[in-house]
């Protein structure tokens, strides 16, 4: 499974592509703090651009970039400790 966008997400690396536009971030663009907080569903890739896959849940969201790997809102805060983040090994 490929986890390169799980892995930038959750690192804090700044976004190439806005996860809710597609456009191409430029250094003054801000992401919306609910995006920033990972509770807008990101509908591109934020390293390639490219639309992704989403599936929301009643419990949160789901996203996969055809290129760069799945994003779930469940990885990106962890309720039962209060810390972030970790990504699941399956």
């Keep these: 499974m490929n986890t390169e966008l799980a892995t930038a997400v959750l690192s804090g690396a700044k976004p190439h592509f806005h996860p809710n536009t597609g456009q191409q971030m430029e250094d003054e663009t801000l992401l919306h703090p609910a995006a920033a907080a990972g509770l807008d569903v990101p509908r591109y890739c ?45």
Excluded: K
Excluded at 56 to 84: F, M
């Design 46 to 90: 934020q390293l390639c651009g490219r639309r992704m896959v989403v599936r929301v849940r009643p419990d949160g969201w789901n996203a996969a970039c055809s290129r760069h790997g799945e994003l779930d809102s469940a990885w990106l805060y962890d309720d039962a400790t209060g810390e972030t983040p970790y990504i699941p090994l399956t």
